[in-house]
């Protein structure tokens, strides 16, 4: 592969070779081709080019790592030490910046590192990475293996799960105990990936209205509903909205899962006289929550500002509904059409569907009365949107649960009779829960409902809106006799569009995947979602580091137990549109070369797999989706200042780092450090004569005396021969280099002098002597000298001294 270099206004170049592994399916087992290689530069961001560098500028190092090792996942590890951290130069918090896949890490001692940034104190940087693959310029994550029943610890009352896909992967379900009080701990999570408990057990864990982690034991100060309905922030990836009920208040919780913590809480309405014990929810439609209060009043919380909606709590769309202390409300919520819909299960009387507009803050035209949804004496645990033959949103439904069989009533958005699907017609007194309404790969919508009570232990049931039916292929009801014997008792399901599975979770505990095509259990499929954006693996501001995309592949699968043919992929842009579905190829690869990196900078591809087995997800395998690019070698990179001390002289830096071709070093890279106008050097020069008569006394080293005026020591009747010592300091605080003497009186001082450097605090004397005719006392010699302060930037003029004079007296005196 070739490679350019674009690195603008680095002083120190290094040129390394990037290989990109081929899209291969089997385990992955090819030795290092050879030792990798580091390589560091450095810019100067204060002064761009500037050569040498000042004080006070910042410097950003960039070290470039080419993994010429193993094609398949091998740790790497880069240590790059701060040379003379805290003196010569010093980090700048916040900078540090590796490519993606990558994990930070810092010290204060150069020996233990941690997670997080300690700022100035940093002396040392890493980053690591458990899964380097061979280029560096790919990104994989882990296939889920078909998730088998799993017991979970929901103590029977884990509602329905949320899925969450971390950024390496790994994905999780989520899920809240419902109709509990508020101390006692009641959310879970469990790791999907590896079909146990998620780290940072024990599970569960208690809400709080306070953000910060989760705590521990019964803990907690928020109550949960009946039937919880939760909204992910279309803004910030793992973060939860849930109904929530507090001492004093009724609104909204939140949850954020990437980082194991509490965000939050929104009162909405007091609890009390005029207010609400509980509520339905929570929807959302237009940058909205919603929420009915257990006194029928519509709740809004607007999302970005986490604040309650102007005028909010409004009027009542539904009647009240166990509105007492400690009870729950019965009933749920709906969107159509831009409205909200929420049913209420009145104790003893009818139950009904009430429509709040969110346009006019009131009730919907043709519902200033709720409308019945089944006879009285029964209740819905239920509301749910309803579709036409078109996958249209028209109107609502909600189903009941009594004797002697359910009931389903749906209205159009205007409030007119829909006709309601009969696939609950045969259920008795069972009950119904929120439905998951998906859009399958041949484009029907779906809706999987939950239901259990009375003969059933556990029951899906299945609406195809498209095809206004009972889904084709699919029991009805289905059960799930494979998982925990049938024993599921369902409440509801979710969706994951990456291996196109169904996840459940009921009153049995029982977590369990289900093929929404067929209702098999597990769901033998698996997928993964890989995010690459080229330009996050750079750091030094250059450009032309990235050639093109190339390809997917599936690592570590035997391509004998994937249904090529049946499986897909997608490649989706930055703001999530599908552009492109490409095939795979015979070797289980997708070619991606065709993608323009400049019309698609960054690129999600969805690999969605129909397996024939699970045989590849035992003994500890681990088959991953590896999505790669052609491109310079991936850069790590961290500012520092450069000392204002004038001794500070040079900023250096050397990285280390090892990986499977064994340890690694970088070429070293040294910055001298322009004195600037603060620093210039304090030198001097002294000229001075020996007034010894004895010529011994007055060679090099002699001890003279060396006075100012002297009268030389006769050579005949007709020469003088003077001697003369010069002493050259700097007195710093920096050095100088190139030191001459100027001196026109006498060229044999400029001769022994030469041309010299000096540290600072150095000084340096020059001796000398001169032949004249004694009739030409008294003689005055003067003399300067001409320097440049050390690491001056080229084209600097020379600094020259003040004179010095010494004088050779005649014998009648100066």
């Given at each position: 592969?070739?490679?350019?270099?674009?690195?603008?206004?680095?002083?120190?170049?290094?040129?390394?070779?990037?290989?990109?592994?081929?899209g291969v399916?089997?385990?992955?087992?090819?030795?290092?081709?050879?030792?990798s290689?580091?390589?560091?530069?450095?810019?100067?961001?204060?002064?761009?080019?500037?050569?040498?560098?000042?004080?006070?500028?910042?410097?950003?190092?960039?070290?470039?790592?080419?993994d010429?090792?193993?094609?398949?996942?091998?740790?790497?590890?880069?240590?790059?030490?701060?040379?003379?951290?805290?003196?010569t130069?010093?980090?700048?918090p916040?900078?540090l910046?590796?490519?993606p896949?990558?994990?930070?890490?810092?010290?204060?001692?150069?020996?233990?590192?941690q997670?997080?940034?300690?700022?100035?104190?940093?002396?040392?940087?890493?980053?690591?990475?458990?899964?380097?693959?061979?280029?560096?310029?790919?990104?994989?994550?882990?296939?889920?293996?078909?998730?088998?029943?799993?017991?979970?610890?929901?103590?029977?009352?884990g509602?329905?799960?949320?899925?969450?896909?971390?950024?390496?992967?790994?994905?999780?379900?989520?899920?809240?105990?419902h109709?509990l009080?508020?101390?006692?701990?009641k959310?879970?999570?469990?790791?999907?990936t590896?079909?146990?408990?998620?780290?940072?057990?024990?599970?569960?864990?208690?809400?709080?209205?306070?953000?910060?982690?989760?705590?521990?034991?019964s803990?907690?100060?928020?109550?949960s509903?009946?039937?919880?309905?939760?909204?992910?922030d279309?803004?910030?990836p793992?973060?939860?909205?849930?109904?929530?009920v507090?001492?004093?208040?009724?609104g909204?919780?939140?949850?954020?899962l990437?980082?194991?913590?509490?965000?939050?809480?929104f009162?909405?309405?007091?609890?009390?006289?005029?207010?609400?014990?509980?509520?339905?929810?929570?929807v959302?439609?237009?940058?909205?929550l919603?929420?009915?209060?257990?006194?029928?009043?519509?709740?809004?919380?607007?999302?970005?500002?986490q604040?309650p909606?102007?005028?909010?709590?409004?009027?009542a769309?539904?009647?009240?509904?166990?509105?007492?202390?400690g009870?729950?409300?019965?009933?749920?919520?709906a969107?159509?059409g831009?409205?909200?819909?929420?049913?209420?299960?009145?104790?003893?009387g009818?139950?009904?569907?009430?429509c709040?507009d969110?346009?006019?803050?009131?009730?919907?035209?043709?519902?200033?009365?709720?409308?019945?949804i089944?006879?009285?004496?029964?209740?819905?645990?239920n509301?749910?949107?309803?579709?036409?033959?078109?996958?249209?949103?028209?109107?609502?439904?909600?189903?009941?649960?009594?004797?002697?069989?359910?009931?389903?009533?749906?209205?159009?958005?205007?409030?007119?009779?829909?006709?309601?699907?009969?696939v609950?017609?045969s259920l008795?007194?069972?009950l119904?829960?929120?439905?998951?309404?998906?859009?399958?790969?041949?484009?029907?919508?779906r809706?999987?409902?939950g239901?259990?009570?009375?003969?059933?232990?556990g029951?899906?049931?299945c609406?195809?809106?498209?095809?206004?039916?009972?889904?084709?292929?699919?029991?009805?009801?289905?059960?799930?006799?494979?998982?925990?014997?049938?024993?599921?008792?369902?409440?509801?399901?979710?969706y994951?569009q990456?291996t196109?599975?169904?996840?459940?979770?009921?009153d049995?505990?029982?977590?369990?995947?289900?093929?929404?095509?067929?209702?098999?259990?597990?769901?033998?499929?698996?997928?993964?979602?890989?995010?690459?954006?080229?330009?996050?693996?750079?750091c030094?501001?250059?450009?032309?580091?990235?050639?093109?995309?190339?390809?997917?592949?599936?690592?570590n699968?035997?391509?004998?137990n994937?249904?090529?043919?049946?499986?897909?992929?997608?490649?989706?842009?930055?703001?999530?549109?599908?552009?492109?579905?490409?095939?795979?190829?015979?070797?289980?690869?997708?070619?991606?070369s065709?993608?323009?990196?400049?019309?698609?900078p960054?690129?999600?591809?969805?690999?969605?797999?129909?397996?024939?087995n699970?045989?590849?997800?035992?003994?500890?395998?681990?088959?991953?989706?590896?999505?790669g690019?052609?491109?310079?070698?991936?850069?790590i990179?961290?500012?520092?200042?450069?000392?204002?001390?004038?001794?500070?002289?040079?900023?250096t830096?050397t990285?280390?780092?090892n990986?499977?071709?064994?340890?690694?070093t970088s070429?070293?890279?040294s910055l001298?450090?322009?004195?600037?106008?603060?620093?210039?050097?304090?030198?001097?020069?002294n000229?001075?004569?020996?007034a010894?008569?004895?010529?011994?006394?007055?060679?090099p080293g002699?001890?003279?005396?060396?006075?100012k005026?002297?009268?030389?020591?006769?050579?005949?009747?007709?020469?003088?021969?003077?001697?003369?010592?010069?002493?050259?300091?700097?007195?710093?605080?920096?050095?100088?280099?190139?030191?001459?003497?100027n001196?026109?009186?006498?060229?044999?001082?400029?001769?022994?002098?030469?041309?010299?450097d000096?540290?600072a605090?150095?000084?340096?004397?020059i001796?000398?002597?001169?032949?004249?005719?004694?009739?030409?006392?008294?003689?005055t010699?003067?003399?300067?000298?001409?320097?440049?302060?050390?690491?001056s930037?080229?084209?600097?003029?020379?600094?020259?001294?003040?004179?010095?004079?010494?004088?050779?007296?005649?014998?009648?005196?100066?």
């Amino acid at each position: 592969m070739h490679r350019r270099n674009h690195l603008r206004r680095t002083l120190t170049i290094g040129v390394v070779a990037a290989a990109v592994a081929a899209g291969v399916a089997a385990p992955i087992t090819a030795a290092p081709a050879a030792t990798s290689v580091l390589t560091k530069s450095v810019q100067d961001v204060t002064n761009p080019g500037a050569n040498p560098v000042n004080h006070a500028d910042t410097l950003n190092w960039v070290l470039s790592y080419a993994d010429n090792g193993p094609a398949g996942p091998s740790a790497a590890t880069i240590t790059d030490p701060i040379t003379g951290a805290g003196a010569t130069q010093t980090y700048v918090p916040g900078s540090l910046q590796v490519p993606p896949g990558w994990t930070p890490s810092w010290s204060t001692d150069g020996t233990n590192f941690q997670t997080t940034d300690p700022g100035a104190a940093t002396v040392a940087v890493r980053a690591t990475n458990p899964g380097a693959r061979q280029g560096g310029t790919n990104l994989a994550n882990i296939l889920l293996a078909p998730v088998k029943p799993t017991a979970t610890p929901t103590g029977g009352d884990g509602y329905t799960p949320i899925i969450y896909r971390q950024a390496n992967g790994t994905v999780e379900a989520w899920n809240m105990y419902h109709h509990l009080f508020a101390s006692a701990p009641k959310l879970v999570c469990t790791d999907l990936t590896a079909g146990a408990p998620c780290a940072g057990g024990p599970w569960p864990r208690p809400v709080n209205t306070a953000t910060g982690p989760f705590g521990s034991g019964s803990t907690g100060d928020i109550a949960s509903t009946l039937t919880p309905q939760y909204v992910q922030d279309p803004g910030r990836p793992g973060v939860v909205y849930y109904a929530a009920v507090t001492a004093s208040s009724v609104g909204v919780g939140c949850l954020d899962l990437a980082a194991r913590a509490n965000c939050g809480y929104f009162p909405l309405i007091s609890t009390g006289a005029g207010g609400a014990y509980g509520l339905a929810g929570l929807v959302t439609t237009g940058g909205n929550l919603y929420g009915v209060g257990s006194n029928g009043q519509v709740l809004c919380l607007n999302i970005a500002s986490q604040s309650p909606c102007a005028g909010q709590p409004y009027a009542a769309v539904v009647p009240a509904n166990n509105n007492v202390s400690g009870a729950n409300y019965l009933g749920s919520m709906a969107v159509a059409g831009g409205k909200v819909f929420a049913s209420s299960s009145p104790g003893g009387g009818t139950p009904v569907l009430g429509c709040f507009d969110p346009a006019t803050a009131t009730a919907c035209a043709g519902w200033a009365t709720p409308q019945a949804i089944g006879p009285a004496g029964t209740s819905s645990y239920n509301a749910y949107t309803a579709y036409d033959t078109a996958n249209n949103a028209v109107g609502a439904c909600a189903t009941t649960t009594g004797a002697p069989a359910s009931t389903t009533t749906c209205y159009t958005v205007g409030g007119a009779p829909l006709t309601a699907p009969t696939v609950f017609n045969s259920l008795t007194n069972q009950l119904v829960f929120d439905p998951e309404t998906v859009t399958g790969p041949d484009g029907h919508l779906r809706t999987y409902t939950g239901t259990w009570g009375g003969s059933s232990s556990g029951d899906t049931v299945c609406y195809d809106w498209t095809a206004a039916a009972a889904c084709a292929g699919f029991p009805l009801p289905a059960t799930h006799p494979s998982a925990n014997g049938g024993v599921t008792r369902d409440y509801g399901y979710a969706y994951d569009q990456v291996t196109r599975c169904l996840f459940g979770l009921g009153d049995a505990g029982i977590l369990f995947s289900e093929d929404p095509t067929t209702s098999n259990s597990p769901c033998i499929h698996s997928g993964a979602d890989v995010t690459l954006t080229p330009s996050t693996f750079y750091c030094d501001g250059g450009t032309g580091h990235i050639h093109g995309y190339t390809n997917a592949r599936l690592e570590n699968m035997n391509l004998a137990n994937v249904d090529l043919t049946a499986s897909t992929a997608d490649v989706s842009d930055a703001n999530g549109s599908v552009f492109t579905h490409p095939a795979f190829a015979a070797d289980g690869s997708l070619d991606l070369s065709g993608i323009s990196p400049a019309a698609h900078p960054g690129i999600t591809v969805s690999a969605h797999l129909v397996l024939n087995n699970s045989n590849d997800f035992t003994g500890g395998n681990q088959p991953h989706l590896v999505v790669g690019f052609d491109g310079d070698a991936p850069q790590i990179c961290f500012k520092t200042t450069v000392s204002p001390s004038c001794t500070t002289t040079t900023a250096t830096d050397t990285a280390t780092g090892n990986d499977a071709t064994g340890a690694l070093t970088s070429n070293t890279v040294s910055l001298s450090v322009a004195p600037g106008a603060a620093c210039q050097p304090n030198v001097t020069i002294n000229k001075e004569i020996c007034a010894s008569i004895d010529d011994q006394n007055c060679q090099p080293g002699g001890p003279g005396p060396w006075t100012k005026h002297a009268t030389p020591g006769l050579l005949g009747l007709l020469l003088a021969n003077p001697h003369w010592r010069i002493t050259v300091t700097d007195a710093g605080p920096v050095g100088i280099t190139g030191v001459t003497l100027n001196d026109s009186a006498e060229s044999s001082c400029r001769s022994a002098a030469g041309t010299f450097d000096l540290a600072a605090g150095q000084s340096r004397q020059i001796y000398c002597s001169t032949s004249l005719l004694v009739s030409l006392l008294p003689f005055t010699n003067t003399a300067s000298a001409t320097y440049t302060p050390t690491n001056s930037p080229a084209g600097t003029p020379p600094s020259r001294t003040s004179n010095s004079s010494a004088v050779a007296c005649s014998l009648l005196g100066c």
